[in-house]
């Protein structure tokens, strides 16, 4: 489908950030944005780049009452000889659908998805933020907005893609977070939404979080939906533990988020010869590997955050430090070898790095 674009009129224009602002995350909007209606009846039609603007929908749409609500995250990076880049999007895209397909939602032509979000980019390139560490946030989403009260799958959809300049998503930076562990609160089981990027997943989150924040930390650790036992991953973020020189995440079970960077990680340190596993891990295992001196390093990691160390893990009430409240070796390396795939300042052997201009 040819994809309409309508320039946003010198009145309509944003104010950017200038380059010695230090950019938030996710508080600031480009001038436009990419949107694509959707009718059972017809499939998607009228694809159309405007002037970013609210959208107006019933109050009966059936995303308002029922959650079919999807979104995904990625970033553009103004990277070397100033050309623009973004990072595994065809993942980014298959994560999409799979969203959609668990949610009862039609699923977006991917090259339909590609060209409005390259083209989008594009338009708004004066955007993206040159500083180190900064970049153009992209986030796709779609939701359902046929007027009807009562459950069953939407016969209407719209789908957009907006665009942020951000800076680092934690205050910390690069800097280690604390994380508490939560045994009372629970996110996603396996059979349920967990591996779907749906609001409702957030949504279920959010006390914890609050309350974990109130204490001083920065994100929560997320047990098991049945046992209260199993790590499953952070708010944000997947989560790898190195104990015995061992890197440990959790598995994909159904209630885990299917990360691209998580997935990045994984085939990195396989590339480089460190052993790596995928399995079920426990909480007590962590707390007698911490106290042993056994866990050298925690990470998360992520689209925002890319690679976020933890420097502090809260269980029942007791505190233990991690790789003794700074960036650990292994940590370290990952961040700089995906920014520098990212950014284009390094060789990309697996072909994820996706030019756009």
Known sequence: MEIKIIQAKPDQLREKPGDKDTLSFGDIFTDHMFVVDYKTE????????????????????????????IFEGLKAYSGKDDEIYLFRPEENIRRFN??????CMPNVDVSLFMDGMKKLILLDRDWIPKNQGTSLYVRPAMFATEPHLGVRPSKEYIFFIILSP????????LNPVKIYVEDKYVRASAGGLGEAKTGGNYAASLLASEEAKKKGFTQVLWLDAAQRMYVDEVGTMNIFFIIDNEIITAPLTGSVLRGITRDSVLR????????????????????????SGRLSEAFGTGTAAVISPVGQITYKGEDYQVAGGKMGEISQKLYNEI????????QDPHGWRVKIN
């Not at 017809?42 to 609500?69: K, L, S, V």
């Open 339 to 346: 920014i520098a795939i990212q950014y284009g300042y390094k």
């Open 268 to 291: 990195l340190t396989v590339d480089w010869g460190l052993k790596v596993s995928e399995r079920q891990i426990s909480i007590n295992e962590i707390i007698d590997a911490a106290k």
């Open 166 to 173: 951000v800076g680092a998503y934690y205050k910390e930076g």
């Open 42 to 69: 017809t499939g998607w039609y009228n694809p159309r780049i405007i002037p970013y603007c609210n959208f107006n929908i019933d109050p009966a749409a059936m995303g308002i009452h029922y959650a079919q609500e």
């Open 98 to 103: 799979l969203s959609a397909s668990r949610l």
